[in-house]
């Protein structure tokens, strides 16, 4: 069986290693010792969530992180869907509906608008799949600037 419940700082070191493993997926360079640091920071601001998946033997199986935003267009709060990775040996059994369902939940008590979701890209079409069962639909493309 499969529970649930947000991360704090004690879970730095699991995040680190499975947004690791999630971004080594998608090609993105951030290691575990820089998302350690990244996650003590937000972590601290109470506009940001991590939801973990835990099976029977208390190991993180699952993690999606989870923010809120503010948008006129989208109608006032909403949250924003960052990352949602599933450890290889759980995936297909269902653990990732379930963290979509629990951040549903917790959108709907948090009185969010909607849900969005960020994606990898086209070239990952087995997650769009995913995102559209699960009532998600595209509403554009996004573009990033970057800050440095």
Request: net charge negative.
């Amino acid at each position: 069986m499969i529970s649930f419940r947000l991360a704090d700082s004690s879970d730095i070191h699991d995040v680190s290693v499975l947004l690791g493993s999630l971004f080594e997926e998608v090609e993105h360079t951030i290691d575990a010792q820089d998302i350690a640091e990244m996650f003590e920071e937000i972590e601290s601001d109470d506009h940001h969530s991590t939801l973990l998946a835990i099976n029977d033997d208390d190991d993180i199986v699952g993690i999606l992180t989870i923010v809120e935003c503010l948008s006129i267009s989208a109608g006032g709060k909403y949250g924003a869907i960052n990352e949602l990775y599933v450890v290889p040996e759980y995936r297909s059994e269902g653990v990732g509906k379930m963290l979509i369902d629990q951040a549903k939940e917790l959108a709907e008590s948090r009185e969010w608008n909607r849900l969005e979701v960020t994606t990898p890209g086209d070239d990952f079409s087995k997650t769009l799949r995913f995102y559209e069962r699960e009532g998600f639909y595209k509403i554009g493309p996004r573009f990033c600037f970057r800050v440095d």
